[in-house]
């Protein structure tokens, strides 16, 4: 796979590494737990509120951010795979 020629969409339904995964899950809890917050039906204080729309934020970030990161096979990376073998 050539990592310069990755379009969008095919970059998001690669293979993803396992950190990026970690980082992924972690940034759709922090959205779900700060929209679970917003849409209380009980009045929080502003700070509260305020907290918890960035943390929804940060998280949609994260999680779209990681997601777009790409497993790039090892074969991939070698520097001699192409060059020519002196004796």
């Known amino acids: 796979m050539k990592k ?3 379009n969008l969409v095919e970059r ?3 293979e993803t590494p396992k950190w990026f995964k970690i980082v992924r899950n972690v940034g759709l ?3 779900a737990i700060s929209g679970t917050i917003l ?3 009980i009045v929080l204080p502003a700070t509260v509120v305020s907290v918890a729309g960035y943390l929804a934020l ?3 970030i994260a999680s779209a951010v ?3 990161a790409v497993k790039i096979d090892e074969a991939d990376n070698d520097p001699n795979k192409n060059s ?3 004796p």
Do not use: F
Request: hydrophobic fraction near 45%; charged fraction near 15%; aromatic fraction near 0%.
């Open 66 to 68: 990681a997601q777009t």
């Open 12 to 14: 998001v339904t690669n």
């Open 84 to 86: 020519l073998k002196r």
């Open 29 to 31: 809890a922090l959205t």
């Open 4 to 6: 310069d020629s990755l």
């Open 39 to 41: 849409a209380a039906p």
């Open 58 to 60: 940060g998280g949609a």
